[in-house]
């Protein structure tokens, strides 16, 4: 009989693109938060919870630290940087395949004024070459010298590690009760969610040409009949979406020729979408020029982008 249960939550802290949203879809077991090789994805702070026999872990997955250049990355950073404070424990995420850089040293110095327990781990493990480990390891522990943070290895893709961090995250969490209820794996509503998975599929496809210049704003949810449609004779969600870039060169590439890539977009963002609500889907998305669009307060205020 378990004796003593524990709560809490668990700030991601990292620069951008070092893994945090995967490592949070590989602990919760289902894809919560978007991923892709492109750095500073996420820009919501969104709760993951990972609930067990003897724990329920809250997971607060943070935007990437970095230098902003607009008032978008000045407030995603700031994000970053104010959910320290709210939590019990935070996971400094760094990327065991890379030698540690100013980027780094600026997040240790950062955490080193936190009066808060902080766990260590070296993640991509995985892609570390065997003859470059203990180098590298010794790097990063020369890094946090100054501080007695418990370093651990770890793959967010293959799962290497991640139930040794999870234990040792649950150690520095306080007594206490369930905080969600136990079917919740996710703090989001629907609309936040849906939002983010067409991004994704945007940043997927399109790399380098239409890099963060892209928001999405799900302008209708609707429950429909679909007898008289091609996805069958069940009911299913209907979702009218707006991609907002900033040039009309990036709604060319968006919608691409004769609209080929705004249907692979599409395509991939209703398949990830019927998974995560069970169910078939209808999505309509329209592309929108808004310049500048990142920098616009009222805009910004209104993709949900609000100044803590």
Same mark, same amino acid.
């Given at each position: 009989?378990?004796?003593?249960?524990?709560?809490?939550?668990?700030?991601?802290?990292?620069?951008? /693109?070092?893994?945090?949203?995967?490592?949070?879809?590989? %602990?919760?077991?289902?894809?919560?938060?978007?991923?892709?090789?492109?750095?500073?994805?996420?820009?919501?702070?969104?709760?993951?919870?990972?609930?067990?026999?003897?724990?329920?872990?809250?997971?607060?997955?943070?935007?990437?630290?970095?230098?902003?250049?607009?008032?978008?990355?000045?407030?995603?950073?700031?994000?970053?940087?104010?959910?320290?404070?709210?939590?019990?424990?935070?996971?400094?995420?760094?990327?065991?395949?890379?030698?540690?850089?100013?980027?780094?040293?600026?997040?240790? /110095?950062?955490?080193?004024?936190?009066?808060?327990?902080?766990? %260590?781990?070296?993640?991509?493990?995985?892609?570390?070459?065997?003859?470059?480990?203990? &180098?590298?390891?010794?790097?990063?522990?020369?890094?946090?010298?100054?501080? &007695?943070?418990?370093?651990?290895?770890?793959?967010?893709? /293959?799962?290497?590690?991640?139930?040794?961090?999870? $234990?040792?995250?649950?150690?520095?969490?306080?007594?206490?009760?369930?905080?969600?209820?136990?079917?919740?794996?996710?703090?989001?509503?629907?609309?936040?969610?849906?939002?983010?998975?067409?991004?994704?599929?945007?940043?997927?496809?399109?790399?380098?040409?239409?890099?963060?210049?892209?928001?999405?704003?799900?302008?209708?949810?609707?429950?429909?009949?679909?007898? $008289? &449609?091609?996805?069958?004779?069940? $009911?299913?969600?209907?979702?009218?979406?707006?991609?907002?870039?900033?040039? $009309?060169?990036?709604?060319?590439?968006?919608?691409?020729?004769?609209?080929?890539?705004?249907?692979?977009?599409?395509?991939?963002?209703?398949?990830?979408?019927?998974?995560?609500?069970?169910?078939?889907?209808?999505?309509?998305?329209?592309?929108?020029?808004?310049?500048?669009?990142?920098?616009?307060?009222?805009?910004?205020?209104?993709?949900?982008? *609000? *100044?803590?």
């Amino acid at each position: 009989m378990i004796s003593e249960y524990r709560s809490g939550f668990v700030a991601l802290i990292g620069r951008p /693109n070092v893994g945090k949203s995967t490592l949070i879809n590989q %602990v919760v077991g289902q894809k919560v938060a978007i991923t892709s090789p492109v750095a500073q994805t996420t820009r919501n702070r969104l709760r993951a919870i990972l609930t067990m026999s003897d724990a329920q872990v809250v997971l607060v997955d943070t935007p990437g630290i970095h230098k902003p250049h607009h008032l978008l990355g000045e407030r995603l950073v700031k994000s970053a940087r104010s959910a320290i404070g709210e939590v019990d424990v935070v996971l400094l995420l760094l990327e065991a395949n890379e030698f540690p850089g100013r980027g780094d040293t600026f997040i240790v /110095n950062l955490l080193r004024q936190q009066d808060i327990p902080i766990i %260590v781990a070296l993640n991509k493990w995985d892609l570390v070459l065997d003859k470059e480990r203990k &180098s590298c390891e010794q790097a990063y522990r020369n890094l946090i010298s100054e501080s &007695s943070w418990p370093i651990y290895l770890c793959s967010a893709v /293959n799962g290497y590690g991640c139930g040794k961090l999870i $234990k040792a995250l649950i150690s520095h969490m306080p007594i206490g009760p369930q905080l969600y209820p136990p079917e919740l794996v996710c703090d989001q509503p629907e609309r936040v969610l849906f939002s983010e998975l067409i991004r994704e599929q945007v940043l997927l496809h399109t790399r380098e040409e239409v890099p963060h210049s892209v928001a999405v704003l799900i302008d209708r949810v609707e429950d429909m009949d679909m007898s $008289k &449609s091609s996805l069958g004779k069940d $009911k299913g969600t209907a979702i009218l979406a707006t991609v907002l870039v900033e040039r $009309k060169s990036q709604k060319g590439i968006l919608i691409g020729k004769q609209g080929s890539m705004l249907r692979k977009i599409g395509k991939g963002a209703r398949l990830q979408i019927q998974t995560l609500i069970d169910g078939k889907v209808y999505l309509e998305i329209f592309v929108k020029v808004v310049p500048d669009w990142r920098s616009k307060p009222a805009r910004l205020a209104e993709l949900g982008y *609000e *100044e803590n």
